[in-house]
């Protein structure tokens, strides 16, 4: 099928006996705003179908479950693992539901939750709209009763009650759909990150544009603050103690406040963010 990369799930830790209230799985949100077409939750909700390529450890029947943002409207069906560790093909027809809140903003539009397991709390009828958070049937074997793997590939919901080849799109593309949620800052060791100003005489703030729209306005996750540092151009390069979005951020522009270890910058110079260690890493989240 062309596919280079899958997803995979290593089972480091069994679990044999799962209790009422546990559940394993693997979830795929898809964004309101890239639903509104489904028209879920109205009399004229669409038919779709999934596809998509899985191996497991455990042979049997596992399950699928689409949902809502609450989770209080699942539709569990079933599918069988005939060979353990090899890759199967399966495609599901399911008419959408036409009751329940079904988010179309930029919210969690639609779930797509791939069960490894679950208690008897997650379990309901399958092939059917209900007004619950059912990840699974009472069919669903436990795939992580032994360590091992669970993969999936070549996933693809489409509109209508036929699985037409899946779309290989370009890098670009798929590229700048992951970059909406999610965009690692590129941070090798010395790497000029963002231009900036002076605005106190141990702060700096860093203009960063991003590279698409993101989802909201997106949260920074560093390795260390201590792990970059800001050149006063011409002047001095100081370490940074701290490290935060400004709150002018936007899903278009982060504003970084840095302040440095030693006083002393001039307000209004020119500064460059910059990574000071190997180890230096930073993104910007707007995960759904």
């Not at 569990?76 to 988010?103: M, Q, R, V």
């Not at 779930?111 to 009472?138: I, P």
């Not at 669970?150 to 370009?170: I, K, N």
């Not at 890098?171 to 700048?176: N, R, W």
Request: hydrophobic share 40%; glycine share 8%.
């Amino acid at each position: 099928q062309g596919f280079l990369n899958s997803f995979k799930v290593d089972i480091t830790t069994a679990d044999s006996s799962i209790s009422s209230g546990e559940n394993y799985y693997v979830e795929h949100r898809i964004e309101g705003s890239d639903c509104r077409h489904l028209m879920l939750g109205t009399a004229n909700a669409k038919t779709v179908t999934l596809q998509f390529w899985a191996r497991s450890q455990v042979t049997g029947i596992h399950c699928v479950s689409l949902q809502n943002s609450a989770q209080n409207r699942s539709y569990p069906f079933e599918y069988t693992i005939s060979s353990a560790n090899t890759w199967e093909y399966f495609t599901e027809t399911i008419a959408l539901d036409t009751g329940g809140t079904w988010l179309t903003d930029t919210g969690i539009g639609l779930r797509v939750r791939w069960s490894l397991g679950a208690g008897s709390s997650y379990q309901g009828v399958g092939d059917s709209w209900e007004a619950a958070r059912d990840d699974c049937t009472s069919n669903q074997v436990n795939a992580v009763a032994s360590t091992g793997q669970f993969g999936l590939a070549g996933v693809q919901l489409e509109v209508g009650s036929v699985a037409t080849d899946f779309e290989h799109e370009p890098i670009s593309v798929t590229l700048a759909k992951c970059q909406r949620y999610l965009w690692v800052v590129p941070t090798a060791n010395g790497d000029y990150i963002s231009m900036g100003l002076v605005n106190g005489s141990t702060a700096t703030l860093n203009l960063l544009p991003l590279p698409v729209t993101m989802r909201a306005v997106p949260s920074l996750v560093l390795s260390a603050e201590t792990h970059f540092g800001c050149v006063e151009i011409g002047v001095a390069t100081r370490a940074t103690t701290a490290l935060s979005l400004d709150g002018a951020s936007s899903e278009q522009l982060a504003m970084m406040q840095a302040t440095v270890s030693s006083s002393g910058m001039a307000q209004g110079e020119a500064t460059v963010l910059s990574s000071a260690s190997a180890s230096a890493t930073m993104a910007l989240t707007a995960e759904l």
